[in-house]
C-alpha cells in the first residue's frame, strides 16, 4: 500500500495531454509548492502561454473529475493560488486533472512517478522529461468555430479583395444583388443604395 508523504517531498509528476499523440512531460515539483506554480509549470513544460482560466481536478484511476481547485476561487478552499500540490497528489496511487482554457477544453491526466528528497542547488519546478510534440495552442480554433455554428474560410477563399467591391457570401441571390451596385461610384456602391434594406428583403 502507498504510504503518505512528507510535504516536503519532490514529486516527479507526469502530465499527460489528451490528445491523439503520446505528448507528455515529466516535472519535479515541491509538494508543498502552489498549485498556481504547478500551473505555470505546465504551460511552460508545454511551450504555451498563460492567460486563460484553469482548474485542477482531484481524480482517480478512471480519471474522473472531483474535487476543484481553480483560479477563479480567490481565498476560497478551492484557491489554486493558495492550496499545495499535495492536495491533489498524496501518494503514489493519487490521480489528478488539469484543464486550461475552458473554450478550448485542453485537459491534462496528471499521475506520479516517484516522490525523492529535494537536490540540492537545484530549482523547482524544473521539466525533467518531455515526450512528443503538442499541438498549437489555437489547434482547436476550427472546431470551437463549427460547434459556434460559424463557417471557416475555405482555402483560397479571399477574405477582402482590397479593391473596395464587396466580396461574394455564397448566396446566390445576395450575390446578385452585389454585383447590379457595381458600377456607379468609385468604390462600387451606388449612393443611392448605401444602406442595407435591399439586402434585408433578401436575407
Not at 12 to 38: A, G, M, P
Not at 44 to 52: H, L, R, V
Not at 147 to 154: D, L, S, V
Request: proline share 4%; charged share 30%; aromatic share 10%.
Amino acid at each position: 500500500m502507498a504510504s503518505e508523504i512528507n510535504s516536503t517531498k519532490i514529486a516527479k509528476l507526469r502530465v499527460i495531454l489528451d490528445t491523439e499523440q503520446d505528448v507528455y512531460r515529466d516535472i519535479e515539483i515541491s509538494t508543498d509548492s502552489t498549485l498556481l506554480h504547478f500551473h505555470n509549470a505546465i504551460l511552460d513544460a508545454f511551450g504555451w502561454s498563460p492567460g486563460e482560466m484553469a482548474s485542477f481536478f482531484e481524480s482517480d484511476e478512471n480519471w474522473d473529475k472531483g474535487k476543484e481547485y481553480s483560479l477563479m476561487d480567490i481565498g476560497g478552499e478551492g484557491d489554486m493560488t493558495v492550496i499545495q500540490v499535495d492536495a491533489i497528489i498524496q501518494n503514489t496511487d493519487s490521480r489528478a486533472v488539469y484543464v486550461y482554457d475552458f473554450l478550448r477544453m485542453w485537459c491534462f491526466f496528471i499521475e506520479p512517478v516517484s516522490f525523492d528528497e529535494a537536490v540540492p542547488n537545484i530549482e523547482y519546478p524544473q521539466l525533467c522529461f518531455e515526450s512528443g510534440t503538442p499541438p498549437s495552442f489555437d489547434s482547436k480554433d476550427g472546431d470551437l468555430a463549427e460547434g459556434m455554428g460559424f463557417e471557416m474560410p475555405e482555402e483560397g477563399y479571399a477574405m477582402d479583395s482590397g479593391d473596395g467591391k464587396p466580396e461574394k457570401t455564397g448566396d446566390p441571390e445576395i450575390d446578385a444583388y452585389l454585383e447590379e451596385q457595381e458600377g456607379g461610384d468609385d468604390d462600387g456602391w451606388r449612393e443611392d443604395h448605401a444602406s442595407l434594406d435591399g439586402l434585408d428583403e433578401l436575407m
